[in-house]
């Protein structure tokens, strides 16, 4: 029979501590879901009559459960026409957290989270209400709470450090321990921080330093000059800071840009020209480039529809930007190499020509193949050659 046993008071208490509502009641015992009232599925009047032997066995065993694990059962009284006055157990009452952390045999998760409770309480009493709200997310990281709670307050006490997180001088705290718990730690800082301390416009674990006034490690570009009579300082493939390529202002007339590294460094030698390579989907970098508004540009990406999004968002911050070898007829020519996009995007792009809203738009509609996607690097590269010769020499 389907009637509720100690299986299904263990199962309640479980949910109850996934659900974290177990334990936050240590923080704030005004939440707490104690004394808890967990409904029990008993044999109905059908069922007493044709089971009566098993029903006598189902409490006897339910009884012994709750004498077993300190809990009391709820029962209601009722006349059976056949069997007379019965009494069935309807419910189960758990008096104390306790009681359920054994039943869970949870007792050492939960002495942890009370020491580190009580170390939060202690340092960052403005952080127990997130400790209630995600006792678990906390208890994963029981040990290393207290170096945590020591970055924290490194961070509050020295606002703006504008230094490198290498130079956080901590017992046991190192920079890889920092970057690993970057997302825990920014919804720590972002409670315990005053607004004056916290850069809002910059968001997600990548911006860590920035969002909190760290030093960043330089984003670089690559490139290289494709013109063997152009150099800087003799050298023609270089990786700069982005900070000295905004500077920069090559000598270049002509800019393409790829994804791809092999693309980057074997493209062909232009006249007056150089090519940005390996910065996928990095190319927000090149958003505050004031000097490539005056450069003729060429972007050649993947034809998918990541590639078109890439293409998209460039253009959004250089309108000027031409889309290179991502059209149909590239497209249909290299049939043999096509490949499967794992999880193409299927939003508006309101950047892109007409011609390459078409080919985008039929690429998202599976027109051609499902989830069709032809990488750059799979593209021939007589077919790369010949497409450069076709460029209008004087950018026009």
Not at 142 to 167: E, F, K, M, N, T
Not at 209 to 230: M, N, S, T, V, W
Not at 342 to 369: G, S, V
Request: with cysteine.
């Amino acid at each position: 029979m389907n009637w509720g046993d100690h299986g299904v008071v263990r199962d309640k208490l479980r949910k109850r501590w996934k659900d974290g509502r177990l334990l936050a009641g240590q923080i704030d015992p005004e939440t707490s879901i104690f004394p808890l009232r967990i409904p029990l599925k008993h044999p109905t009047a059908r069922e007493l009559t044709d089971h009566f032997d098993d029903a006598r066995k189902w409490i006897a065993a339910l009884q012994q459960a709750a004498d077993r694990h300190d809990y009391t059962l709820e029962w209601k009284s009722f006349r059976h026409r056949l069997r007379g006055a019965n009494r069935l157990p309807v419910a189960a009452i758990v008096e104390s957290p306790e009681v359920a952390l054994s039943i869970l045999c949870k007792q050492a998760e939960a002495h942890r989270f009370e020491t580190l409770a009580g170390q939060t309480r202690e340092s960052f009493p403005e952080l127990l209400d997130w400790l209630a709200r995600k006792p678990l997310k906390a208890l994963e990281h029981a040990g290393d709470w207290p170096r945590l709670l020591s970055i924290l307050g490194w961070v509050r006490d020295h606002p703006h450090p504008g230094c490198y997180l290498r130079q956080i001088d901590l017992p046991g705290v190192h920079t890889k321990f920092i970057e690993t718990h970057r997302g825990l730690l920014s919804e720590l800082l972002d409670i315990v921080l005053p607004d004056s301390a916290i850069e809002h416009s910059v968001t997600g674990v990548r911006q860590f330093e920035r969002r909190y006034g760290f030093r960043a490690k330089p984003a670089l570009i690559r490139f290289r000059l494709l013109d063997r009579r152009q150099h800087i300082g003799g050298l023609r493939d270089l990786t700069i800071p982005l900070e000295d390529f905004r500077r920069l202002d090559p000598p270049a007339r002509r800019i393409f840009i790829t994804e791809n590294d092999i693309n980057g460094l074997a493209f062909p030698e232009l006249p007056d020209s150089l090519v940005i390579f390996g910065l996928g989907y990095g190319l927000d970098a090149l958003k505050d480039i004031p000097w490539l508004s005056g450069r003729e540009m060429h972007y050649w990406g993947d034809i998918d529809t990541h590639g078109f999004a890439m293409l998209n968002r460039l253009r959004g911050y250089h309108p000027h930007v031409r889309s290179l070898l991502m059209d149909e007829d590239t497209l249909l020519r290299h049939r043999a190499l096509w490949g499967h996009e794992k999880r193409p995007i299927q939003r508006q792009l309101p950047h892109l020509t007409d011609t390459e809203e078409a080919c985008y738009t039929a690429l998202r509609d599976n027109r051609f193949q499902e989830n069709l996607r032809l990488e750059q690097e799979h593209i021939g590269f007589h077919w790369l050659e010949a497409r450069l010769e076709t460029l209008d020499p004087t950018g026009n």
